[in-house]
């Protein structure tokens, strides 16, 4: 089985302030992991994924994940936030079980408020 | 090129009523999935599909039911709605011969009286 923690439920910065968005997972297997973003009354669209490789991982909209195999952690980061960053962000997980199919688990969700 | 479309964008639906969502992708992606948003919890898969002709249940199935009669098509179906019911739906497509990303529909809201 696995799963996702999202530490913070909510998370209020400054415009241009460096931000942080904190996930952690679980699974007895190797990982592939997301974070998605939604924006108000929209759908999820991907910001970037780690599948192997380097583990530092850039995404659209300026930012990036850095996957830490030892802390089983997959945090999200952007050095300078906009306001039309303001959006709930989603990380999820999936795993090769053995089946051809990689269903995802979500995290609760962290709501980023960028204020001006 | 459309991707995913869901129908309706919003219902409002009285307990007990049968109720069916609508989800078509033209990607041509083998396969598809359903899930529940709410407060609080996230997505949380109810159904999903591997290829047209399978359907396997996930983490949130009961009271609902689908169907995969072919690539494209992947309705919902809610056989007698209840109020616990009330949740915005989405609905996503994946390729699956290496890990891809899942690509969201625009999501129904439906709320039950």
């Known amino acids: 089985a696995q799963s996702v923690t999202q530490l913070d439920s909510q998370v209020p910065v400054f415009e241009e302030a460096p931000v942080e968005l904190r996930c952690n997972y679980s699974?007895?297997?190797?990982?592939?992991l997301f974070w998605y973003v939604q924006y108000p009354n929209q759908g999820l669209q991907l910001l970037l994924k780690?599948?192997?490789?380097?583990?530092l991982v850039k995404g659209i909209n300026g930012f990036e994940a850095e996957f830490n195999k030892s802390q089983t952690s997959f945090h999200l980061r952007k050095p300078s936030v906009h306001i039309s960053d303001t959006a709930e962000y989603f990380c999820?997980?999936?795993?090769?079980?053995?089946?051809?199919?990689?269903?995802?688990?979500f995290g609760k969700g962290t709501l980023l408020t960028v204020n001006p | 090129i459309a991707g995913i479309t869901q129908a309706p964008t919003s219902q409002i639906l009285a307990a007990g009523r049968r109720m069916t969502l609508r989800c078509t992708q033209d990607m041509r992606h083998n396969a598809m999935y359903w899930y529940r948003q709410d407060l609080g919890l996230g997505l949380r898969l109810i159904h999903y599909s591997n290829t047209a002709g399978t359907t396997g249940k996930g983490e949130v199935p009961d009271g609902y039911s689908v169907s995969r009669a072919n690539t494209d098509d992947f309705p919902l179906t809610l056989a007698s709605a209840v109020p616990s019911q009330t949740s915005v739906y989405f609905c996503a497509s994946s390729a699956t011969r290496t890990v891809n990303e899942q690509f969201f529909g625009p999501g129904t809201r439906l709320t039950v009286l």
């Open positions: 780690y599948l192997s490789g380097s583990t």
């Open positions: 699974s007895s297997v190797s990982v592939y």
């Open positions: 999820a997980v999936t795993s090769n079980s053995g089946g051809s199919n990689y269903k995802l688990t």
